[in-house]
Nanobody, 118 residues
Framework: QVQLVESGGGLVQPGGSLSVSCAASGIIFSFYTMGWYRQVPGKERELVADITNSGSTNYADSVKGRFTISRDNNRNTVYLRMNSLKPEDTAVYLC????????????WGKGTQVTVSS
C-alpha cells in the first residue's frame, strides 16, 4: 500500500520560515519524481516545486528564491524549506509522487496546512 505522509505544517508569521516533509512508503522511491503542490479553496491546485531522483529541480515562479525542495533517497523523504513566507503562501501543501517512466502512475498525500498570518 502506497502512503505519502506529510508533516511539519503550521502557523507562521509573514517573513518567517517553515519546513514540511513527506515520508513515502510502498514505492521504490528512486523511481519517482517527487513534488509539492498547494491548494487554496476555490482555486486550482498548483505545482510549487518538484525534484527528480537525480536532483533536478523545478519551481513555480512565485516561490523561486524563497523555497527549496530536497530529497533523501535513503529515508524515502522529500522536504520543502520555505523562507520569507507571505500570506499568499497560505494553503494546504500536498506531496505528490510521479513514476518517471509512466506519469499515469502517481500518488498523493493528504496534505498539511500552512498558514502565514500575523
Amino acid at each position: 500500500q502506497v502512503q505519502l505522509v506529510e508533516s511539519g505544517g503550521g502557523l507562521v508569521q509573514p517573513g518567517g520560515s517553515l519546513s514540511v516533509s513527506c515520508a513515502a512508503s510502498g514505492i521504490i522511491f528512486s523511481f519517482y519524481t517527487m513534488g509539492w503542490y498547494r491548494q487554496v479553496p476555490g482555486k486550482e491546485r498548483e505545482l510549487v516545486a518538484d525534484i527528480t531522483n537525480s536532483g533536478s529541480t523545478n519551481y513555480a515562479d512565485s516561490v523561486k528564491g524563497r523555497f527549496t525542495i530536497s530529497r533523501d533517497n535513503n529515508r524515502n523523504t522529500v522536504y520543502l524549506r520555505m523562507n520569507s513566507l507571505k500570506p499568499e503562501d497560505t494553503a494546504v501543501y500536498l506531496c505528490n509522487a510521479v513514476r518517471r517512466v509512466d506519469p499515469n502512475i502517481n500518488y498523493w498525500g493528504k496534505g498539511t496546512q500552512v498558514t502565514v498570518s500575523s
